[in-house]
Every structure is written in structure tokens, then in C-alpha cells.
């Protein structure tokens, strides 16, 4: 490591930029925030920087300038004063154990707040104390603020449990509710999550808050852009570089990498904060963010197949589908893109939809092995295979690279996809390479019933047909009709053409042919 980044998850605002060389000045973008704005909620996926931005407005509203000195707030109309703040973390605690963990948990944070104020309370329930504190604190300090970080985890953590769910809605409902009615009380409410605000009933007791989700100019709130990327962390882009064919290059593989998910309509871009930074503390090119694992509730709505997995990538959805959020399949679309395992690739002005796909190499990676880890196939398995798999790539051996694709399709839940074609074959050859994580590309086109991918890796090409229980002649005579393989072949490559024979009965490849 160059120099001390906070690699470890740390959160709070005065540490960093206490204790480590680089705070990325975000200060500009939340000046914005509340000077404009009473009531905000903001969604962005975990691990993404929403903790360390509680934790700033936090410090601007117990007016500790001092920990501002350079920063751009520091220079924009703001009256520095104190507010009494009230800061909840709705991730610290597992409710899987029923709403008792969570009336503990918010319990103590009142209680907490209250002896660092004060403020004696006498109300035993939530709701009422919440209350009570509010009213207290207004009443000897002044206006109050409110910050709840993740304040959907208590949800989606039991998504899976109907009961628990249910009692722990009812219980929030009236917690929330009190800061409609204690509104008089209140300086600024900022409020975070993974899930979407507009459409969650359990808010519907409250003043409607700001959503500045989807807002353009809020977009690299959370997230580093490719300046701030450049300009904050030069220091180790210039030594990695020497490491990675030159600054070109190692940008582009960190590009390809990390960066990639957008906000908005706008093409402003950010890198996961989580993972650029780890990375810079161990050059390598891992999936870091991945390392927290999928969450459980993915693993329930892929299972009811509402949605077939192999439709995922490239799905169009208006406006109003990133608000939703009930327990149900058909949802899973735009719980995935909060969660941050799809992304914004393209907006359309006259219907009013976004193009939605994965952002990058590491998360694409990550959900393929989580597709796998669903299928049942032993992940001890699927390395061994991969490694033989790109072993084969690099030697060009066709062969050798058909018979690890046959081997792990064979290891797949047979239901894991609905379409049993071409397509099936499609989308595990896919899966395959996406899990391997290298630069690779993979280009599929595939129309009635037909599947063409070209795989490269170097100077080795590999152009794969595959055709339902047809010969593998077919396959290879429309590699040569089509010929896929001619933009390769004149750049001097070694171009491998395969034609797949694949069966419908077995699910599997039968046979193939390389030419």
C-alpha cells in the first residue's frame, strides 16, 4: 500500500479525514442537499458510500468546521451552527430473531441520544419515545436532525419469514410516523436504503420526502468518478501502471473492472468506492465488493423463475419500476439494480425507460458464481474448472475448452433456466466466462433458436455455433456463411471455429467440431 486508504469499511467522516491520506471531497454535492431540501431519502446499493455521507452531514450539523478546512463546503454560503442530531443505524442488529431485536436496537439509540443531550425519557414504546426525545430536544436546543442509514435492512433481511416481516412493517409504521408529527420539531431528515422510497406504504404516514435517486446532479453523490478517480489517487495510478502495460491500460482494466454504474439519465459514471480502494491497498484485481456476498433474498426471488435469469442483462423498465418494493417475483428486476447488481446503460427520452445491464467485470463475475452456487454445482468444482478452462484459452486447444463447458453444464440445475434451446446453452457458456472474471469478451447473437459467440482472449479466437439437435455441420455452416470469424482472421489471430451439438433431452452438449 502507498499510502493509508481506508480499506477496512470505515465510515465516519472525521476519521478519514483525520487518519488517511485521501478523502474524495463530496462536500459540494451535500452543501447542495441541505441547503435545498427538509425531508430526503437516497438509494444506493450497499457498500457504496451512504454511511460516510450520514456520517458528513452529521458533522456539518454538530458544526465541526474544522474537519472541513480545504474542502469545498468550506467556501459555499453555509451559517455554521449546532443542531442537536439523532443518528440511527438500521444495519446493526440481526432481525432474523423477530421485532423484539429491533425495538432493542432502536431503543438503545434513543437511549443513547437522550444521555448524550440530557434528556431524561419516561415513554417505554418506541413510537412515543422517539417522540418524546424529539420534543425535549427541540424544546432545550432547537431544531433537531434526523439521519436513518439503511433504513430498509430490518426488512429485507427477513424477507423470508412472513410474520416476522409483517410485525416488524407494523412496528417502523408508527415509528416513522412520528416525524410527520413532530415536523415542527425538525431542521433536515435524511434517510437511507438500498430499496426505493416512493412506493414503500410503510412511509406513507410521513411528509413525502425529496428522492434524489435518480436526480443528474446528485448522481456521484456515493461513487468515485474517472476525475475524481485521477486527480484524488494519481499517486498509486502512476506506481500500479509500471505493474499493468502503462497508465492506458491499467486505467482501462480498472475501468473495466469497477467503474460503470450510473444514476440517472446523465452518463456521469462512478467506481465502487469499496473496491477501488481495496484494490489500490493490494494491487490486485479481485472482487472485492463481492466478498460481503449476495444477499439471501436473491437466492427467493430467482428461485420462483418469475423472471428467467438469462433475461436479466439488457431489460427496459419506466421510471415508476424503481419505486417498487413488495415481497413479490416480479420485482426482482429493479431490486437488483438498487442492490447494485444492475446498472444504468442507457436512457430513452420519448419512452421514458431505462436500459438496464451489469456494470462491470466484478459484479457480472460475482452473480454468474451465484447463479452457479444456486444450481447446486460444488464451487471447488467450478474453480478447477475454470482454471482448465483458461489454460485451454491461452494454449488454443478447442478441444480441451469444449470439454470443461460440457463438464460444468452438466453440473447445473436443470431449472435453473426456462428456455430449453440453444439459449440454455447460451446462457451457462455465458455464465462460465463471466465467473472467470478475465478481460475476455463475449459477443452473443442470438435469434430464431440460434446462439454465435466469439470468445477472445490474445491473439486465440474462438467462434462457437451452437445448433439444437442438428449436426455440427449446420453449426459450422453458418460460421462460414456468416463468417464471424473474418474481422479476427485479418488481424493475424488464431481463429478456432466450433460447431456445437446440443441436445435438448440431455440439456448438454452432445457433440462438437472445430474447424
Given at each position: 500500500m502507498l499510502r493509508k486508504l481506508p480499506l477496512s469499511g470505515v465510515q465516519t467522516f472525521a476519521d478519514i479525514v483525520n487518519d488517511y491520506a485521501v478523502y474524495v471531497d463530496k462536500t459540494a454535492y451535500i452543501h447542495k442537499l441541505i441547503s435545498n431540501y427538509k425531508t430526503v431519502f437516497f438509494s444506493r446499493p450497499r457498500r457504496f458510500g451512504k454511511s460516510l455521507t450520514c456520517s458528513t452531514i452529521k458533522a456539518i450539523y454538530e458544526n465541526k468546521k474544522d474537519l472541513f478546512k480545504g474542502l469545498a463546503i468550506e467556501t459555499l454560503p453555509w451559517e455554521w451552527k449546532e443542531y442537536p442530531v439523532i443518528h440511527f443505524d438500521m444495519s446493526a442488529e440481526n432481525f432474523a430473531a423477530g421485532k423484539e431485536r429491533l425495538v432493542s436496537l432502536i431503543n438503545g439509540s434513543l437511549d443513547f441520544h437522550a444521555k448524550k443531550y440530557g434528556v431524561s425519557l419516561s415513554n417505554n414504546f418506541i413510537a412515543q419515545k422517539f417522540k418524546e426525545l424529539l420534543k425535549s430536544l427541540h424544546s432545550s436546543k432547537g431544531k433537531v436532525v434526523v439521519i436513518i442509514d439503511e433504513y430498509d435492512c430490518p426488512l429485507l433481511d427477513i424477507l423470508n419469514y412472513p410474520k416476522i416481516h409483517n410485525d416488524i412493517k407494523k412496528e417502523l409504521r408508527g415509528f416513522y410516523k412520528v416525524l410527520k408529527e413532530s415536523d415542527e420539531c425538525i431542521q433536515f431528515v435524511f434517510i437511507t436504503g438500498v430499496t426505493k422510497f416512493s412506493q414503500v406504504s410503510l412511509f406513507s404516514g410521513m411528509n413525502q420526502p425529496k428522492d434524489i435517486s435518480l436526480i443528474p446532479e446528485f448522481s456521484a453523490l456515493c461513487g468515485i468518478t474517472q476525475s475524481e478517480l485521477e486527480n484524488y489517487f494519481d499517486l498509486e495510478i502512476g506506481e500500479y501502471s509500471k505493474k499493468f502495460g502503462?497508465?492506458?491500460?491499467?486505467?482501462?482494466?480498472?475501468?473495466?473492472?469497477?467503474?460503470?454504474?450510473?444514476?440517472?439519465?446523465?452518463?456521469?459514471?462512478?467506481?465502487?468506492?469499496?473496491?477501488?480502494?481495496?484494490?489500490?491497498?493490494?494491487?490486485?484485481?479481485?472482487?472485492?465488493?463481492?466478498?460481503?456476498?449476495?444477499?439471501?433474498?436473491?437466492?427467493?426471488?430467482?428461485?420462483?423463475?418469475?423472471?428467467?435469469?438469462?433475461?436479466?442483462?439488457?431489460?427496459?423498465?419506466?421510471?415508476?419500476?424503481?419505486?417498487?418494493?413488495?415481497?413479490?417475483?416480479?420485482?426482482?428486476?429493479?431490486?437488483?439494480?438498487?442492490?447494485?447488481?444492475?446498472?444504468?446503460?442507457?436512457?430513452?427520452?420519448?419512452?421514458?425507460?431505462?436500459?438496464l445491464g451489469y456494470p462491470n467485470i466484478e459484479v457480472h463475475s460475482s452473480f454468474a458464481e451465484f447463479l452457479s452456487e444456486q444450481s447446486g454445482i460444488d464451487m471447488l468444482k467450478v474453480v478447477l474448472i475454470m482454471s482448465k478452462l483458461f489454460k485451454a484459452l491461452q494454449a488454443g486447444d478447442a478441444n480441451a475448452f469444449m470439454e470443461m463447458v460440457k463438464i460444468y453444464m452438466h453440473s447445473l440445475k436443470p431449472d435453473l433456466i426456462a428456455k430449453m434451446t440453444e439459449y440454455y446453452f447460451e446462457f451457462a457458456f455465458a455464465n462460465l466466462l463471466d465467473m472467470m472474471g478475465y478481460n475476455c469478451e463475449i459477443e452473443i447473437h442470438s435469434a430464431a433458436g440460434s446462439v454465435d459467440a466469439v470468445m477472445k482472449l490474445q491473439k486465440n479466437i474462438f467462434v462457437i455455433v451452437a445448433k439444437q439437435d442438428k449436426p455440427v455441420e449446420t453449426a459450422l455452416k453458418q460460421i462460414e456463411e456468416k463468417k464471424y470469424y473474418a474481422p479476427y482472421w485479418e488481424k493475424g489471430c488464431n481463429v478456432y471455429k466450433i460447431g456445437v451439438l446440443f441436445g435438448k433431452k440431455e440439456r448438454n452438449v452432445k457433440a462438437w467440431k472445430v474447424a
Open positions: 502503462g497508465k492506458e491500460n491499467y486505467l482501462a482494466k480498472l475501468k473495466s473492472f469497477y467503474d460503470g454504474y450510473r444514476f440517472s439519465d446523465s452518463e456521469v459514471s462512478v467506481y465502487n468506492p469499496v473496491s477501488i480502494l481495496n484494490h489500490f491497498g493490494d494491487g490486485l484485481f479481485k472482487f472485492y465488493w463481492a466478498e460481503t456476498g449476495t444477499p439471501i433474498f436473491f437466492a427467493k426471488f430467482i428461485d420462483k423463475k418469475v423472471v428467467d435469469i438469462a433475461d436479466i442483462e439488457n431489460m427496459n423498465l419506466p421510471v415508476e419500476a424503481f419505486g417498487k418494493y413488495i415481497d413479490d417475483e416480479i420485482f426482482l428486476i429493479p431490486l437488483m439494480y438498487q442492490a447494485g447488481y444492475l446498472t444504468i446503460k442507457d436512457y430513452d427520452n420519448e419512452s421514458g425507460t431505462y436500459k
